[in-house]
């Protein structure tokens, strides 16, 4: 990967060479590599290293914004002339008020790249494959899953004079265990590949395929369902991108709309995002290079704030940004992408014996949101769904297909867990709900 | 380019591979974004790179640069060999290839007009005349309109001796309006929704779709919707459009017949396929006799179109279901001899970065011998359901369940009053086996839909691929979960 001043070298030659009124540089860069495996054994393995140079130029009122990966002297010229010609070109957007400049509270990274990480080679990545593939053959299974490591770059500078950068590194693993009609999953994250325990979740993994072998079917309804860390962080990421901000929220297709200060789900949930906590994929700044604020969405189940970036909060008397911006152009909204929820006081195993009668759910599959402002989710369950009675795991289940209201089910937990789990962008505990809808059944 | 390939080809051989390919892809959009009046993005964005391929040890390896020099391209070559031999000891089997005969060629875009030779200003103009044109037309707090165009040119070189420039041109182009009352939020799109319809082809597709022209009713009919009766659940006969009846085809009929998909290993990540292995040639009922379906990168525009899949291998026409029964996969030089064929060419990579999967091309339900207007006059009651709004469905790919912007009610075979947040839910030989029905007789009916953004893979890769369908009905379909999920109330 380009090192921290080749990066800054390119983001200066661009300002260099910009005639814009306001000039912005983003740029990634990084080495990515992945190895798959299937069928008890690795049938991908890739590696790829790239750099990304993003230019917006501001003329007026008029924005564009031009990218490539070619980082050549004449390219990067090149770049900074398109994207001064594509905004000429453009019309104005007249609530466009300004790039971003530099505030008081910057604050430099803090994240620094663990060196196992970025040193992890294809041959370690393949000695934890096959540990977990030990674990298949062992009990009878087929394994499938990932092991990833990563080493980027994020550099934002513009012409009002914001210099950020920041270095990271990234490392995951996935495991599917699958026997003849069952299966499990476990899956794990960390900036350090050292703490990526590949025994450990490829056994959890294990024993819910085993556990949940011989499935049976249940009639769709409303339950109490037990929902693993992993559906609860789905479902929290699906409210963050489709309602939690403040471009959703001016335009009228959040619940948010006209609900702020109120309560909007129970009073034992807290939602909030932060950039800077250990626990999530930090990222100090966000891509216009303002310091990620933390905001706190939802306090005691009343919706308290919305994270903004340079335009929304331009847009609207009394906002403040928030550091929460997606590469320019973005017409989605500054989304939170570092979620997190409050833990409680309950282990998995207090929840389920506290359950008469219930489901447990180890995670989603396919969520898709079937109505933003009433946050209605549809997805499947998948990978160890489980029947419980009378404080007991009985059996695994068929999977089944819920739709349902995410406030309605947030306003309906009565038990929380102790710890939770990071999943991309989100990280949260594992929630007992009451009437969870569950509105049909698949056949296995 | 072609020497750059050849060096990382080389390299890869001498440095043990038993098979080496390399991709140089290189890629131009622009996209145009228009909201409330006012341009909301413009972009210009190129990428380019080469990807090396190779089978060393028996495993796959594969890595990619955007460094386009011969140290680099060495580099990248020898690393593949590293990575596929780091892996090789897990195999229980060596990686084995289908036979292809080496190809050279030199394939040019069929685009009949360039959108890049269309002035960027003209461009913007057009959704800023579709946004006024819905601002006069109704009340709607969102209007959004987005035009994208793109050229990719792609070199491939192997080991084998092929080497096959391909050159392709794609435009989208689409318009929406989003309503809202404080209470309930409605959109409508035109042609389709998440960005509208995308082909392979030119400005020829723009002027076709006619936005401007259909601007007002979408405005007109987003703000109609918010005060439109709520679906009712229960059991009904529906007919779906061709926007929506494309995403149901990708979804329960596309994915589920990748055979990298069937044979497990998208297993941990998209899941499997209930079309399993034993299903082929074994009289397998799809859907209803009428139900025909393909797979086929042959087609003139299609957004899965091409020449040449990503392993040298030329587009075909495939049956997939043959009067309802199951009848072939898509396959590459990997898996295609598993079930004793030669590759039936789908395999695509997203850019030069990305190793290639077996992706859909253009999956077609075959038109059928109605007409959208008889079917609808020979409805005693039911719904036509348009435009896709949300999509799920299992990972074996049985259990779906669709959203869609609209129902118009069918009361004794005429259409009646529109009903908001529409959903249907099914398996999917059960639904197939319900279709009665198919549209196709008129002209312009049967449609290839573009779906530019289809998701599979770790790392991540989309494709673009292609539908071609004309509205059906379906009998008896389970519907309303939304409606169940407190959607009557309010």
Redesign the interface.
């Known amino acids: 990967m380009m090192r921290r001043e080749q990066v800054q070298d390119i983001a200066e030659q661009v300002l260099a060479a910009s005639a814009a009124d306001q000039t912005e540089v983003l740029i990634f860069a990084g080495d ?21 140079v993003r230019v917006r130029a501001v003329v007026g009122k ?9 980082t050549s002297p004449d390219s990067l010229k090149d770049l900074a002339a ?2 001064l ?3 000429r ?7 466009f008020v300004s790039l971003p400049a530099p505030s008081a509270d910057q604050r430099e990274s803090v994240v620094q790249p663990v060196q196992a990480t970025v040193d992890c ?3 370690q ?2 000695e934890a ?2 540990t977990m ?1 030990d674990i298949a053959r062992a009990n009878g299974l ?1 394994a ?3 092991f ?1 490591t990563a080493h980027t770059a994020v550099c934002v500078a513009n012409s009002l004079g914001i210099r950020s950068y920041f270095e990271r590194s990234g490392a995951g693993a ?3 265990m ?1 026997a003849a009609d069952s299966s499990g999953f476990a899956q794990a994250e960390s900036e350090d590949v050292t703490q990526i325990n590949a025994r450990e979740i490829a056994e959890v993994a294990a024993r819910k395929a085993l556990e949940s072998a011989g499935p049976r079917d249940l009639e769709p309804g409303a339950y109490t369902v037990i929902l693993e860390p992993l559906a609860v962080c789905d479902m929290l990421y699906m409210l963050g991108i489709y309602d939690l901000h403040s471009l959703a929220h001016q ?3 959040s619940f948010t ?2 609900h702020m200060g109120e309560q909007v789900c129970g009073e034992n949930i807290s939602i909030w995002d932060d950039g800077w906590d250990p626990r999530g994929n930090r990222m100090p700044f966000d891509y216009e290079g303002v310091t990620r604020q933390r905001v706190d969405i939802i306090t005691n189940g009343i919706l308290t704030a919305l994270p903004y970036d340079s335009f929304t909060a331009a847009r609207e008397e009394g906002a403040a940004n928030t550091g929460h911006a997606l590469p ?4 989605w909204g500054p989304v939170p992408s570092h979620l997190f929820m409050n833990t409680g006081e309950h282990s998995l195993q207090d929840m389920i014996a506290a359950t008469e009668r219930g489901v447990l759910v180890t995670r989603f ?10 946050t ?1 989710l ?3 369950t ?1 990978d160890g769904t489980f029947l419980i009675e009378n404080g007991q795991i009985v059996g695994g289940l068929k ?1 089944m ?1 819920f ?3 995410i406030l ?1 089910a947030l306003s309906n937990v009565d038990m929380i867990g102790r710890d939770g789990v990071l999943d991309g962008h989100a990280w949260a505990p594992a929630l007992r709900v009451n009437g969870f ?1 569950f ?6 | 380019m072609d020497k750059l390939c050849r060096i990382a080809v080389d390299a890869a051989i001498n440095a043990g591979a038993s098979y080496a390919d390399a991709r140089f892809v290189s890629r131009r959009e622009e996209s145009v974004e228009t909201k409330n009046g006012s341009v909301d993005g413009v972009t210009s964005s190129t990428d380019r790179g080469i990807g090396v391929r190779v089978i060393a040890g028996g495993a796959w390896g594969f890595a990619a640069t955007s460094e386009l020099t011969e140290s680099a391209l060495a580099d990248a070559a020898r690393k593949a060999v590293e990575i596929g031999k780091a892996g090789a000891p897990t195999l229980e089997e060596p990686v084995t290839l289908s036979c292809l005969d080496p190809v050279t060629d030199h394939v040019p875009h069929t685009a009949k007009q360039d959108p890049f030779e269309v002035p960027l200003a003209k461009r913007v103009e057009l959704l800023l005349d579709c946004d006024r044109r819905m601002a006069e037309a109704a009340d709607v707090v969102l209007r959004q309109g987005l035009l994208l165009i793109s050229r990719q040119e792609q070199l491939f070189v192997s080991s084998e001796g092929s080497e096959i420039y391909q050159e392709r041109i794609e435009t989208g182009t689409g318009i929406e309006a989003t309503a809202a009352d404080g209470s309930e939020t409605q959109r409508r799109s035109y042609p389709a929704s998440h960005g509208g319809q995308m082909a392979c082809r030119g400005w020829e597709l723009v002027e076709e779709l006619d936005l401007p022209g259909h601007a007002a009713d979408v405005a007109r009919e987003a703000n109609a919707l918010l005060s439109a009766p709520h679906f009712p659940a229960g059991c009904f006969d529906i007919i779906l459009d061709g926007p929506q009846l494309a995403l149901q085809v990708h979804e329960s009929c596309g994915h589920p017949i990748e055979l990298d998909r069937v044979l497990g290993t998208e297993a941990g990540f998209a899941g499997t396929s209930f079309l399993t292995v034993d299903k082929l040639n074994s009289g397998y009922r799809y859907g209803s006799e009428i139900v025909n379906i393909t797979a086929d990168a042959t087609l003139d525009g299609g957004l899965g179109s091409f020449a040449y899949d990503d392993e040298g291998v030329p587009g075909q026409r495939t049956m997939i279901v043959d009067k309802g029964i199951f009848s072939g996969y898509l396959t590459s030089r990997e898996t295609a001899p598993i079930i004793g064929q030669a590759s039936q060419g789908a395999m695509r990579a997203d850019g030069w970065a990305r190793i290639p999967l077996i992706r859909m091309t253009n999956i077609n339900l075959l038109p059928g011998d109605w007409t959208l207007e008889e079917i609808i006059a020979d409805t005693d009651y039911g719904f036509l359901l348009c435009t896709n709004t949300s999509w799920s469905i299992d990972d074996r790919r049985l259990n779906f369940q669709f959203g869609t912007e609209v129902a118009f009610e069918i009361v004794k075979g005429e259409l009646g009053q529109m009903y908001r947040n529409p959903t249907y839910n099914g398996i999917t030989p059960e639904f197939w086996a319900s279709c009665d029905a198919i549209s196709g007789k008129a002209p312009g009916e049967w449609r290839i839909w573009g779906v530019p953004n289809c998701g599979k893979g770790e790392p991540m890769q989309t494709a673009r691929v292609g539908h071609g369908v004309a509205p059906a009905r379906f009998r008896s379909v389970q519907c309303g979960a939304m409606t169940q999920q407190g959607g009557g109330d309010q």
């Open positions: 990515e590599a992945l190895t798959r495996f299937a069928n008890n054994t690795i049938h991908q393995n890739v590696a790829e290293t790239d750099a990304g008029r924005v564009g914004v031009a990218s490539g990966n070619d398109r994207a010609e594509v905004a070109n453009s019309e104005p957007n007249e609530e080679d294809p041959a990545r393949a494959v096959r593939l087929q499938a899953g990932r990833a996935t495991v599917l699958q335009e009228q297709r709309s006209g320019a152009p973005n017409s599959h396919y969520t898709n949101m079937v109505h933003p402002v009433r209605v549809t997805g499947m998948r999977n297909r739709t349902q209201s309605e809808n509105s049909s059944a698949t056949q296995f």
